[in-house]
């Protein structure tokens, strides 16, 4: 505790906590200023922190008192550490803010003093919880099914397409958004399977493990004794590996044919060439769609997407239409 000297201000120490962190995980600043603290106050008598606390001796006042009490408290050369409660922290420091203003008392130190950060990808334990409540208490999004779904998610993705190639990175992080609710909802829904009909529930949990399952063995290079040195090893292992997961009996097996016609030919011209496959494009009778088919194949085998090839040459046909009409109307 502190020896008192009578002229020195002392000091009030706001302990803040990450709620994404378990309790108890403090820092060893925090753990030092609780245990060395002359006082130490907490509003909240059902606050996560204090069963800690009691195991480390830390003795725990529940109340806040007034801000010029705890000014007075302090003046001395006193420590009073504050644990963060809510609406009577606001009080707290509005009242401490004012006396501060006022010239009219010796202010001790103020400290804000943290006691655990968030850790990276924290935010999306929010967004799971906010997930959670949407899914028990909106009459709309109560009733969503997969198949409901589908159609945003395929909408969801080309408007990440579309921020991602007119670079517009307000967009991008928005619809990076759009497609995470996309995932998170539909785990969500998944939770919900009786397994009455042979679908057993599963979470976003799951979903992350499946996907941290697959990349890990899908990059032997980096979790593995495997070397890589170019962007070219990395997909041949990647292809090496995800054939002996998926067993299939066919290169096309996995491809959806519900995809853009323009990059499911693409696709197919890729799987076969990387199956060393010598497969001839089936000619018609002067049809466009096996001349389209030709023109996807060779696109793919020149490195160019050809989705992306023709997206972009449409909106310049859609500029000029624009500036066309600008000039008639003049």
Avoid at 60 to 89: I, K, M, W
Avoid at 103 to 131: C, F, I, K, T, W
């Amino acid at each position: 505790m502190t020896t008192e000297t009578p002229d020195a201000p002392g000091r009030i120490v706001l302990l803040t906590a990450s709620h994404r962190v378990a309790p108890g995980l403090l820092s060893w600043p925090a753990w030092q200023t609780l245990r060395s603290a002359d006082r130490v106050l907490c509003a909240d008598e059902q606050h996560p922190q204090l069963p800690y606390l009691h195991e480390a001796g830390v003795t725990v006042e529940h109340g806040t008192p007034a801000a010029d009490e705890l000014v007075a408290y302090c003046a001395g050369g006193r420590t009073a550490v504050v644990l963060p409660s809510g609406e009577s922290d606001q009080r707290l420091t509005d009242g401490l803010a004012r006396l501060a203003g006022s010239n009219r008392v010796q202010m001790p130190d103020l400290e804000l003093l943290p006691g655990s950060y968030d850790l990276p990808g924290a935010r999306l334990l929010d967004l799971v919880h906010v997930m959670d409540r949407i899914r028990r208490e909106c009459p709309w999004s109560s009733q969503q099914t997969h198949k409901g779904l589908a159609k945003y998610g395929i909408e969801e993705a080309y408007e990440l397409v579309e921020a991602i190639e007119t670079e517009d990175r307000t967009e991008l992080r928005e619809e990076l958004g759009d497609v995470l609710l996309q995932v998170v909802f539909h785990a969500r829904i998944a939770q919900e399977a009786s397994g009455e009909e042979g679908d057993e529930p599963f979470s976003i949990d799951d979903v992350a493990a499946t996907l941290i399952d697959k990349l890990i063995h899908r990059h032997p290079h980096v979790f593995g004794d495997e070397s890589a040195e170019t962007p070219e090893d990395v997909k041949a292992h990647w292809m090496r590996t995800k054939a002996v997961e998926k067993q299939r009996d066919s290169v096309t097996d996995g491809v959806p044919l519900t995809q853009p016609a323009l990059a499911l030919a693409a696709k197919l011209s890729s799987r076969a060439r990387s199956g060393g496959l010598d497969v001839p494009l089936p000619t018609g009778d002067g049809g466009i769609g096996y001349e389209l088919l030709s023109l996807a194949s060779r696109a793919e085998a020149a490195g160019v997407d050809p989705e992306t090839a023709l997206r972009a040459a449409s909106r310049a046909y859609r500029d000029a239409i624009v500036a066309t009409e600008r000039g008639a109307a003049h």
